[in-house]
């Protein structure tokens, strides 16, 4: 099953990867509780990357699906409902606004940017900036982006090696999908968004920590901006 025949499938991968991991998951072939075949596995069944599977199942896990248990494995969580309901964890965080998870957004993500700049794999970087490219592109198409949205922010959080940060980010990745639903909503907001996601990349690919979180920071808050106006 090659994803990466053409080049309309090369802009499609990642989204592509999502739809048919979580396809196993409603499916039964992954059973909730179940363990997760490793990505070595995955990327030979799909003919896909590596790097690829791990993005895509690091979005699944944004969204509820899977719980990613570094040491242990990856497990299908066992909490079916969230499969239908990407945001069924809402329920459980309460009644928190858009407005007040930009502004915990805006506390955090900035800094965890620079850190990035400071401290990421050159690899890190180089899928950040794939990330990026791709994000554009599925704008272009017309396709979703959403996970690559998201995972575009958590490779961020993960490539700033500070445990503490990205344990603070994990708390409210639930309420991040629907957040993203949200904003991308707002007017000129996707396009804004998809260029500063290339420039952020550009800092933390070249090693400009202040620059990375300026571009955070201006990212975040024109959300923030729009919404409170």
């Known amino acids: 099953m090659n994803l990466q025949g053409t080049p309309t499938m090369k802009k499609n991968t990642f989204t592509t990867t999502i739809d048919l991991l979580k396809k196993k998951i409603v499916d039964g072939e992954w059973p909730a509780g ?3 075949p490793t990505l070595q596995q995955i990327s030979k069944e799909l003919e896909v990357s590596v790097t690829t599977v791990r993005e895509a199942l690091r979005a699944l896990e944004s969204q509820g699906n899977v719980s990613i248990e570094h040491g242990r494995g990856m497990y299908v969580r066992n909490d079916p409902l969230l499969l239908e309901d990407p945001t069924a964890n809402l329920k459980e965080l309460g009644d928190i606004s858009l407005v007040k998870l930009l502004e915990a957004r805006l506390l955090i993500e900035p800094e965890l940017a620079a850190l990035s700049a400071e401290r990421a794999a050159h690899a890190e970087a180089k899928q950040l900036r794939e990330l ?22 958590r490779l961020i959080a993960e490539s700033a090696q500070h445990p503490v940060l990205l344990r603070m980010m994990e708390s409210i990745y639930p309420l991040l999908t629907e957040g993203r639903k949200q904003t991308n909503t707002l007017p000129h907001m996707r396009t804004k968004a998809s260029n500063y996601h290339i420039l952020i990349a550009i800092a933390i690919e070249e090693r400009h920590p202040e620059q990375a979180r300026q571009l955070m920071h201006y990212h975040i808050n024109d959300m923030l901006q729009a919404l409170t106006k």
């Open 132 to 153: 990026a490219d791709a994000m554009v592109l599925q704008m272009e198409d017309g396709g979703p982006f959403l996970d690559t949205d998201l995972a575009f922010h």
């Open 34 to 36: 179940s363990r997760i």
